[in-house]
């Protein structure tokens, strides 16, 4: 008898269906895995396009209705772009497996004929997020910063229509939709720390469901995982949600972890920036300690800088 099918829920985006099949690829190499069914679910953050991200709740506008899905047991899974998931699951969820990071750099894809390395003065410029623009600002304060919404084919294609003079974007998903071409320079990660577990996929289960976690668990990656458990500790700390103007980012060298983070404000002139290590052992531990040090540097500063969330939740 053949066991009934894993059903994997995701947004129906390009990027977010890629991620979806990536895991259930992952899921059919597992020996004597069930078959998985993957669930189209429209969310909020698909369905209202006409806002700046910024402007929204932030928290689970692109993942509420995933989540409902599996409490209501209408999926077995869902699959996510980790930095989207607020930083405490709901209940009854949890977090099953980390696959392994993609690239976690911010890149800048520029119009035709302009040269990545001399954009004009004043040339246009669109990110999504708080700290793309925070970054961006302080790297060059002449450009003119556009809000930018709409999935990775649909963000490409208003650049392309001459909208913007160029556009960020976060690299892992233009390489995970074979679009790297695309990328006319990396953002170095020193400069234009990225956000809180960007690169990293996150598969979501119902805490009590013992079957879907058995399958689940064996995709885990646990130098990501470590990773992105003490920046998502950082950013649960200091009191953000996926849009405040923070970057930051964990890397694993033997048994030590290395956190550094830092935030912006919006207009880009003033930035505080914490490093730390300890053992793998205590990821949260390290977050915690980054996020102190950057609240003695003053980070509400910057943090106070971000514009009133004028939209609590969807209409």
Excluded at 277 to 290: D, H, M, R, T
Aim: with cysteine.
């Amino acid at each position: 008898m053949t066991d009934a099918p894993l059903r994997l829920g995701t947004r129906a985006s390009a990027l977010a269906l890629w991620q979806a099949r990536h895991v259930a690829a992952a899921i059919a190499r597992i020996p004597g895995a069930p078959p998985v069914e993957i669930v189209e679910i429209k969310t909020t953050g698909d369905a209202v396009t006409d806002i700046p991200l910024w402007a929204t709740a932030g928290k689970g506008f692109f993942t509420a209705e995933l989540d409902r899905a599996l409490i209501d047991q209408r999926i077995d899974l869902a699959v996510h772009s980790l930095k989207d998931l607020p930083t405490a699951p709901g209940d009854n969820l949890v977090i099953t497996a980390v696959l392994e990071r993609e690239d976690p750099r911010d890149a800048l894809v520029v119009g035709k004929g302009l040269d990545p390395n001399a954009l004009p003065r004043g040339a246009s410029i669109g990110t999504s997020s708080l700290r793309r623009r925070a970054f961006v600002a302080r790297w060059r304060p002449d450009l003119v910063h556009r809000d930018l919404r709409g999935n990775v084919p649909t963000r490409l294609s208003k650049l392309d229509d001459g909208a913007y003079d160029a556009i960020v974007l976060a690299a892992a998903g233009l390489k995970r939709l074979g679009l790297a071409a695309r990328i006319a320079s990396y953002l170095p990660m020193e400069t234009f720390p990225p956000a809180v577990a960007q690169g990293a996929i996150a598969v979501m289960t119902r805490s009590n469901d013992s079957r879907t976690i058995r399958w689940i668990s064996a995709l885990d990656h646990p130098v990501t995982r470590i990773a992105v458990r003490a920046e998502r500790a950082l950013l649960r700390h200091v009191e953000g949600g996926c849009q405040v103007p923070l970057g930051a980012h964990g890397h694993i060298t033997g048994d030590t972890l290395k956190l550094s983070a830092e935030v912006c404000s919006l207009d880009g002139t003033f930035t505080v920036a914490a490093e730390n290590q300890g053992p793998i052992s205590e990821p949260e531990k390290l977050g915690i300690a980054v996020a102190e040090a950057l609240l003695r540097g003053d980070a509400r500063r910057a943090l106070a800088t971000m514009p009133v969330l004028t939209i609590k939740s969807a209409p």
